[in-house]
């Protein structure tokens, strides 16, 4: 794959010969904001549970993340994927963030979203308001976790933009690039959550981000890379299941060496060593 991008990065050659299999995408330099790369980039799509990117990012930046949260009725009235969070539970803030973004857990979504804005509705204007102040202005949210909604939508630029944005939080480049943490509930049941990117066990460097699928959706990721002092944020939109990791490992290849990282750096790993860590609310 390395031989094939080089030659793609050679005078003459075009970006968007790029062999993806996402409807769209996009590529930036985590640092400058610069695009690296772009494929209809700025056609709607469903961001399915990417969506929890800007949850997190609202939640992370009105900070007291200690604060204890009580689990509302209403907060565990949503479809699986969950933690099984029932009315009367307490959990800190900082606990729901790691829960939401490596189980995916929209019942943690939800609770998180009513306890920053006291409803859905009033957080998904928030979520709409912060990602225009971002510059992604094409996107529309209405929930916190991104199960289907016609009227719930968003593009590779703008996506791309609140991940980026959302990786300047110290706390949210620790969650996205933890692989296991032990979730607690209140009467003593553990659980060992394991992160669903695969690819910070499959491409080395990787540092993040975040998947997502719904039957609208199909396949999205949200995906980082650090090598050689260079840092890489790529979304594929709308891709197939192979697609996921190999459009995601092409762009961020592409990216760092673009960036000027030694194409010998650059390893498509087989698993690292997961040492099932005991994070304990990320402290």
């Not at 794959?1 to 995408?25: E, I, N, T």
């Not at 997502?212 to 939109?237: D, K, M, P």
Request: charge should be negative.
């Amino acid at each position: 794959m390395v031989a094939a991008l080089l030659a793609l990065l050679a005078p003459g050659a075009r970006s968007q010969d790029l062999p993806l299999a996402a409807q769209s995408a996009a590529l930036v330099d985590s640092y400058s904001g610069e695009f690296l790369y772009a494929k209809n980039a700025d056609a709607k799509q469903y961001p399915a549970s990417s969506t929890k990117i800007l949850t997190a990012l609202i939640v992370i930046e009105a900070g007291n993340l200690d604060q204890l949260v009580t689990v509302a009725p209403e907060d565990t009235k949503v479809e699986p994927s969950s933690l099984n969070l029932k009315p009367g539970q307490q959990f800190t803030r900082r606990q729901l963030l790691f829960g939401m973004l490596l189980k995916s857990a929209n019942d943690v979504a939800m609770c998180l979203a009513r306890d920053n804005a006291g409803s859905i509705p009033a957080f998904a204007e928030k979520m709409d308001l912060r990602a225009a102040e971002l510059g992604a202005t094409s996107s529309h949210f209405v929930n916190p976790h991104g199960l289907h909604d016609p009227n719930h939508y968003t593009t590779a630029h703008d996506l791309v933009l609140i991940a980026r944005a959302a990786m300047q939080q110290p706390l949210f480049r620790q969650i996205v690039s933890t692989i296991y943490f032990t979730w607690r509930t209140p009467n003593g049941e553990v659980d060992e959550l394991r992160n669903h990117n695969r690819l910070l066990r499959h491409f080395a460097g990787c540092n993040g981000l975040k998947t997502g699928y719904t039957r609208a959706a199909q396949q999205v990721l949200v995906s980082s890379a650090l090598r050689g002092g260079h840092e890489v944020i790529s979304v594929v939109l709308h891709t197939d299941k192979p697609g996921i990791w190999v459009d995601s490992k092409t762009l961020l290849t592409y990216g760092l060496i673009k960036l000027g990282c030694p194409a010998e750096d650059i390893v498509d790993t087989t698993d690292r060593v997961d040492e099932p860590g005991n994070a304990d609310e990320g402290k």
